[in-house]
């Protein structure tokens, strides 16, 4: 079981998806176990090269409490990923994505401009989608989500919806995306698993496919939650708030 998980789903989706995919087919170990047995099968390689330690370390404390901070930020769909329409008009595609930093679970959507009123365009989708009051929204300095270093009299849209929802407005300080490290390690993580494998011919077949590999992520386990996905985190949080 565990060499067909492998064969099937390792190449494109790592360790985590293979496990997901034993599981489907009736593997009923943790994910700890599963990478034993695979280690001890011979499946698992030789040790990866240690990484240099970072002069500063970056690691914040992580929350406890859904909700408390979700990091948001935008990412521009390769144009090497567009076909047909999109990619004969000149198209360029934007993925907006929110994570939860207690659970990690995410929401995302596509939208054809990087404008402010499609950040608060997803902001309302992402209330709806949440199943817990949001206390802080985090974002860069991008003009999507604030005017601040380019008018000190007008608001960004999104301020100002963020201002009567009473949720505050966290901006990371300039040209320091590490403070917004989860979400942009998400972004790295839908360019391995979705975008090195997908096309898109317009944004609506774009949101058809970001449905179905946001189910598969918020499902996936994760080393960071000790092997459980972000959904059975956020489960286990809801039933003990």
């Known amino acids: 079981m565990i060499r067909k998980a492998l064969d099937k789903s390792f190449f494109r989706y790592g360790w985590e998806g293979a496990y997901m995919t034993a599981k489907a087919a009736g593997y009923t170990r943790s994910y700890s176990g599963f990478l034993y047995a695979a280690r001890r099968m011979g499946l698992c390689g030789g040790k990866a090269e240690q990484k240099p330690a970072r002069k500063h370390d970056r690691r914040y404390p992580e929350l406890s409490v859904p909700g408390e901070k979700v990091q ?31 659970t990690r679970v995410r929401f995302v959507y596509g939208f054809e401009e990087h404008t402010p009123e499609n950040t608060v365009k997803f902001f309302k989708m992402l209330q709806k989608a949440f199943p817990f009051k949001i206390e802080t929204i985090q974002t860069d300095n991008g003009t999507e ?22 949720i505050q407005h966290k901006l990371i300080p300039p040209r320091t995306p590490w403070h917004n490290g989860k979400v942009e390690r998400s972004h790295r993580n839908d360019q391995g698993y979705f975008y090195d ?12 496919k970001l449905k179905v590999h946001l189910a598969w992520s918020n499902r996936k386990p994760m080393r960071t939650l000790g092997g459980k996905s ?10 003990t708030a």
Do not use: M
């Not at 005017?147 to 009473?166: C, H, R």
């Not at 494998?197 to 058809?208: A, G, M």
């Not at 972000?230 to 039933?239: C, D, I, S, Y």
């Open 72 to 102: 948001i930020d935008v990412k521009e769909v390769p144009y090497c990923c567009l076909k047909g329409a999109a990619k004969r008009d000149g198209k360029h595609l934007y993925q907006w994505t929110a994570i939860d930093e207690c």
């Open 145 to 166: 989500f604030t005017y601040k270093y380019i008018s000190d009299t007008e608001k960004n849209p999104f301020d100002v919806i963020l201002e009567e929802a009473g």
């Open 197 to 208: 494998w997908e096309k898109f011919s317009d944004v609506k077949e774009l949101n058809e």
């Open 230 to 239: 972000p959904l059975e985190l956020l489960q286990e949080k809801l039933a």
